[in-house]
């Protein structure tokens, strides 16, 4: 995907929203923020020109996108400035210090993945598959992915041929079980990295595994959820579902409300490598389009799996 920058030069970014690396030292930004009228990139720490913190502003584009490069590398924190209110990244990569905290630039090609001869279980036919439904924090004492990653010859040896890891999205708290996450591109910072998560798939793919992850398109939990700041057009009011205002797939505005599904989709297949999705409570999606949702979703990952 190609956009532009002040500078009217190109950008090459894999998705449309979030941080990314477009070269050394070098990060592109872009959030829809319809609702502002200004978004400023807030960069921390090691990241900012002087001590303390460097405002950079946004360029606004068309349906109230904002973009901008930065010199800014992996590790560096960040954060957006929205009509003089400071909130996390909505598609932020990692969250270090949980929803609340600010969010952290990944680079996804440090990791150095093995599984490129995994087939996937898909080739050996759904018929037969023995599942294992885990939830990272309670599966061992540790509750980590490096800590669950050692237990996993153990459940390729008794029989077990696919895991179904329970949502892994960024929640606040120190225990839950994934259902109420808020920030969907954010592996959960109490199980570890995003490397560490990359590693447990790998480990598994290398011991004929296969790894599906079970994900929340039916809402945000109601903590550390700061959609709101950005637009009012994530939530369709009046139509609500057992835990809230339904997510808008069909309404005003819900086009980068799709994207931004669309593109989790893809985004946990192609950078963590996930062998599938288990879809929750469908029943609470509302979505009266030609397309429904869940269908789009799966047939973009399908394509990012190279099928």
Known sequence: MLYSTRETRQVQRRYPIGAELIGPDQAHFRVWAPKAQRVDLVLEGSAA?????????????????????????????YRFRVNNNFYPDPASRFQPDGPHGLSCIVDPARFQWSDS????????????QVIYEMHIGTFTKEGTWRAASQQLEELARIGITVIEMMPVADFP?????????????????????????????????????????????????PDGNYLGAFSDDYLTRGNENEWGDSI??????????????VT????????????????????AIRDRSSEYIIGEVARAARKAAGE
Do not use: M
């Not at 990359?198 to 939990?221: K, P, Q």
């Open 49 to 77: 020109k002087t001590p303390g913190q460097t405002f950079q502003g946004l360029e606004a584009e068309e349906n109230g996108y904002f973009s901008g490069a930065a010199k800014a590398g992996a590790g560096d924190r």
């Open 117 to 128: 001869q995994w087939p996937g279980p898909a080739a050996a036919g759904l018929k037969g």
């Open 173 to 221: 708290g120190r225990f839950g079980w994934g259902y109420d996450g808020v920030d969907l591109f954010a592996p959960s910072h109490l199980y570890g990295t995003p490397d560490d998560l990359r590693a447990f798939v790998d480990r598994a793919h290398s011991l004929g595994l296969g790894v599906i992850l079970d994900v929340v398109y039916n809402h945000f939990g």
């Open 248 to 261: 808008n797939f069909d309404d005003r505005n819900s086009g980068p409300v799709r994207e931004f599904f």
């Open 264 to 283: 989790n989709g893809c985004y946990w297949v192609e950078e963590f490598h996930f062998d599938g999705f288990r879809f929750d409570a469908l029943h």
